[in-house]
């Protein structure tokens, strides 16, 4: 299992980088090669493990061709470039304000303009009308509106940011900017997203209120709820210096230090209550709240990528605990891989799904191959030293 996690992982990565999808006819070849890795002797193992290697590398690599073209498929059609179309539907996540306006992500529910062909989320931008800027939108709107989309593209300056990568990642298939204003609806669907919009708004207006004029404000707000919006740029100058950008977001780490508190402190009032120890074991208790812990702070933070990536990984930890058969971690280790891939393959494009799993492996194979336990002082110092290496 951990060889054909690897490789399909591999597989993923791999399609990202072409510049065209594959030809889905030639799946026809992995029963046949499936079978022939099976039937080879016991005594190759190497040959053997090289052959579970390539499958899982095939089965990625069109598992990932296969999301591809689903998701390309939702497109906007060349005819309806740069025209108005008329929508509804319902704002996604936490509006950001931009120095002209408001940029946010919308989910399309109808389509008003007749045969107008348009992508479920778009990308767009508000600008006010006149001197007098409308009232700002809230996660969760039902709204009715006229907009002009584009298809989306990005430059291709070496090195430098790939835009439609990072769009085409988050299935947003179209921009563009409204025209007019905007209308309120009421008939749109998805009320548990939208309730759950609502909250982080109301979450964000109550902190900047009750933070007002506090230099550290919109850090507060960017750790509740997600929003790195109002942190000024000075501050964002001065993480980038000491190297702690990537704390300043709910990111992996955030959400599994959280699950671990909720896992100990489960643990801890569990065992001290016999009657609920007997009934269900404090390790499965804790696993369980835990993961719900995670579940709900991944909810406060709008499902942002990373965050759903750690929650797949706590899921399958957990899974494999209940199934007490969490005995490698290795094992574990590979299951997330497998798990992250198989719902998300474009995180092969992020950096950060590489160093946290290499991270995370370092910490393995420097806590392996010991006898007994050692000193917690030279469990720290090898941690660090293989983790700073290995990244």
């Given amino acids: 299992m951990r060889v054909i996690a690897l490789g399909f992982a591999l597989g993923a990565a791999w399609l990202q980088t072409r510049a065209g999808?594959?030809?889905?006819?030639?799946?026809?070849?992995?029963?046949?090669?499936?079978?022939?890795?099976?039937?080879?002797?016991?005594?190759?193992?190497?040959?053997?493990?090289?052959?579970?290697?390539?499958?899982?590398?095939?089965?990625?690599?069109?598992?990932?061709?296969?999301?591809?073209?689903?998701?390309?498929?939702?497109?906007?059609?060349?005819a309806w470039q740069g025209r108005d179309v008329q929508l509804q539907g319902r704002v996604l996540g936490l509006p950001e304000a931009t120095g002209r306006g408001e940029r946010f992500l919308f989910q399309v529910e109808r389509v008003l303009t007749p045969?107008?062909?348009?992508?479920?989320?778009?990308?767009?931008?508000?600008?006010p009308l006149d001197t007098i800027p409308p009232a700002p939108l809230s996660g969760g709107d039902c709204l009715r509106l006229t907009a002009r989309l584009t298809r989306p593209h990005g430059s291709v300056n070496p090195h430098g940011f790939d835009y439609e990568g990072w769009l085409l990642e988050r299935g947003i298939r179209a921009t563009g900017t409204l025209v007019g204003a905007v209308?309120?609806?009421?008939?749109?669907?998805?009320?548990?997203?939208?309730?759950?919009?609502?909250?982080r708004e109301a979450i964000r207006r109550h902190?900047?209120?009750?933070?007002?004029?506090?230099?550290?404000?919109?850090?507060?707000?960017?750790?509740?709820?997600?929003?790195?919006?109002?942190?000024?740029?000075?501050?964002?100058?001065?993480?980038?210096?000491?190297?702690?950008?990537?704390l300043m977001s709910i990111s992996g780490l955030h959400v599994?230090?959280?699950?671990?508190?909720?896992?100990?402190?489960?643990?801890?009032?569990?065992?001290?209550?016999p009657a609920l120890a007997l009934r269900l074991?404090?390790?499965?208790?804790?696993?369980?709240?835990?993961?719900?812990?995670?579940?709900?702070?991944?909810?406060?933070?709008?499902?942002?990528?990373?965050?759903?990536?750690?929650?797949?990984?706590?899921?399958?930890?957990?899974?494999?605990?209940?199934?007490?058969?969490?005995?490698?971690?290795?094992?574990?280790?590979?299951w997330a891989l497998f798990v992250v891939v198989l719902i998300d393959p474009w995180a092969a494009l992020s950096p950060g799904f590489w160093l946290s799993f290499g991270a995370v492996a370092a910490l393995l194979f420097a806590a392996q191959g010991r006898l007994g336990r050692p000193a917690a002082w030279r469990g720290w110092l090898a941690a660090q030293w293989a983790v700073s290496l290995a990244l």
């Fill in 21 to 78: 999808l594959p030809d889905l006819r030639w799946l026809w070849g992995l029963p046949l090669l499936a079978l022939l890795v099976a039937w080879l002797p016991a005594d190759t193992r190497w040959l053997k493990g090289l052959g579970w290697l390539g499958l899982g590398l095939c089965l990625g690599f069109f598992y990932a061709a296969w999301r591809a073209e689903l998701r390309l498929a939702d497109a906007l059609a060349p």
């Fill in 115 to 127: 045969a107008a062909q348009v992508p479920a989320r778009l990308m767009l931008n508000r600008y």
């Fill in 207 to 246: 902190l900047s209120t009750a933070l007002a004029g506090q230099p550290y404000a919109g850090v507060a707000v960017a750790l509740a709820v997600g929003d790195q919006n109002a942190i000024p740029d000075a501050q964002w100058t001065l993480f980038r210096h000491t190297g702690v950008t990537h």
């Fill in 183 to 199: 209308a309120p609806a009421s008939d749109c669907s998805g009320t548990l997203r939208a309730a759950l919009d609502r909250t």
């Fill in 281 to 334: 074991p404090a390790q499965k208790a804790g696993a369980l709240i835990g993961l719900a812990a995670a579940l709900g702070y991944v909810a406060l933070a709008g499902f942002g990528i990373p965050a759903q990536r750690t929650l797949y990984m706590l899921a399958a930890a957990a899974l494999m605990l209940w199934l007490e058969r969490a005995g490698a971690a290795s094992r574990v280790l590979a």
């Fill in 256 to 273: 599994t230090l959280f699950s671990a508190l909720a896992y100990g402190l489960v643990q801890l009032i569990w065992r001290r209550r």
